[in-house]
T-cell receptor, first 112, second 114 residues
Framework: SQTIHQWPATLVQPVGSPLSLECTVE??????LYWYRQAAGRGLQLLFY??????ISSEVPQNLSASRPQDRQFILSSKKLLLSDSGFYLC???????????FGNGTRLTVT | AQSVTQLDSQVPVFEEAPVELRCNYS??????LFWYVQYPNQGLQLLLK??????LVKGINGFEAEFNKSQTSFHLRKPSVHISDTAEYFC????????????FGKGTLLTVNP
């Protein structure tokens, strides 16, 4: 069966420090991969999605970037964190065709 | 572009009572519709989905939802809730062929009281 791993679960970082969140999927090949951010009372905002290695689409301009160095690995990064980057970050994958999203357990990021 | 409106940010109910969580969407094309549940500090879990066919969709944990195209709604229902159903519920929509980029509502916090 397919599983998705996301780490770390929680992270506290000072303003101006770099960020790297990692997400890996097992048990499937060529998944679509997604990064969402969840802010209290604001639902989920799609940040990036990827349909293949090296293919990244950005949905909103921001201080973050994403990379997909391997088929089942998706990384969310920042060179310098802002206070406004705090939030709950969720990685997700989907298969091709009529396949829903499957989410990881999320990373709660607090920028201080 | 599509949008999703969840009309209630919080819904408190008593255990064993029925519940309906409302969801309306707007889109200029045909859509897929989903309901997800999120327990505290966890990711989202798929409850049910509507892709095509029967407008009444049954999901996990006794939940069901009905797609109403004329009213652009996809309300979630359960005839008798349990304490363990306390969670946040998200409605989501994607356009056909959108590569499964979901647009989510802001969520409804369901609190089941004893």
């Amino acid at each position: 069966s397919q599983t998705i791993h996301q780490w770390p679960a929680t992270l506290v970082q000072p303003v101006g420090s770099p960020l790297s969140l990692e997400c890996t999927v097992e048990g499937t090949s060529n998944p679509n991969l997604y990064w969402y951010r969840q802010a209290a009372g604001r639902g989920l905002q799609l940040l990036f999605y990827s349909v293949g290695i090296g293919q990244i689409s950005s949905e909103v301009p921001q201080n973050l970037s994403a990379s997909r160095p391997q088929d089942r690995q998706f990384i969310l990064s920042s060179k310098k964190l802002l206070l406004s980057d705090s939030g709950f970050y969720l990685c997700a994958w989907s298969g091709q065709g009529n396949s829903p999203l499957h989410f990881g357990n999320g990373t709660r990021l607090t920028v201080t | 572009a599509q949008s999703v409106t969840q009309l209630d940010s919080q819904v408190p109910v008593f255990e064993e009572a029925p519940v309906e969580l409302r969801c309306n969407y707007s889109s200029s094309v045909s859509v897929y519709l989903f309901w997800y549940v999120q327990y505290p500090n966890q990711g989202l879990q798929l409850l049910l989905k509507y892709l095509s066919g029967s407008t009444l969709v049954k999901g996990i944990n006794g939940f069901e939802a009905e797609f109403n195209k004329s009213q652009t709604s996809f309300h979630l229902r359960k005839p008798s809730v349990h304490i363990s159903d306390t969670a946040e519920y998200f409605c989501a929509v994607s356009d056909l062929g959108s590569n499964y980029k979901l647009t989510f509502g802001k969520g409804t916090l369901l609190t089941v009281n004893p």
